[in-house]
């Protein structure tokens, strides 16, 4: 039996991902084998998003949760048909989605419908390391890199990690606004050394599915290495479409890296 999705496709068993054309992001949807999913970060067009309830559909389940990686308005979408479900993600990014709703979703008011813009960021705040569900065992990954109390999400028995928005190959390093020298994106970076090591298949935010999540982690450990040794790199994500102010950014949290050594 085939099954057919508008948007959908496996990359590994009972794990679909979606890619948008809104900056390449991937919707993920994690299949328990009875009947359940756990939508993570579901993206990001109006239409996008009302074709992922219809898949889930076609694959004969339905939304049991969700999960958002991180605070950034891209990553707190929902839509009305996947249901009133709990979405969770850590208690540090709920926290910043209740205090600052406003600033959370300001990017979202205008570029989506407003039924749309008033589901976002509607978290419920889970603390714990394994995801309680039906299906294989989801292990959460906290760090500050990206974002303050950004999670990572591993499937180790399927060697499975999806992770929000780092290690992609369209984006670069793209630290939190307050990481002024790149410590913090760095330890959160190392932190995963170990996850992505034992990982055969990488789902970052932005860009491709990848079966070689170490090369990924490398080359964003030579792109922190570059900047704060010289000052320079020819990491080829630098030529990529509206990268160029980003890496300014960087080559100046670099410099200050350097000053404080
Ligand atoms: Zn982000």
Redesign the pocket.
Known sequence: MTTTTARLSEIAPGVWVAQSRFYAQNSTVLLDGHGGAIVVDPAYYADELAAIPPDLAALGVRAVAGIS??M?Y??VLWHPDLGDVPRWSTPGTVRETVENRERVVADLVGALPDDLVDLAARLTPYDGELVEWSGPTLRIHVHDA??PH?LALELPDLGVLLA??MLSDVELP?PADDDTDLVTYRTGLESLGDVVRRSRVLVP?HGGVSENPVERWDADRRYLDDLEERGISDDPRIGHDDMAELHAANVRRGAAARNWS
Do not use: S
């Open positions: 990686t991180h950034h891209d990553h990206h974002a950004h929000g928005d793209y935010g």
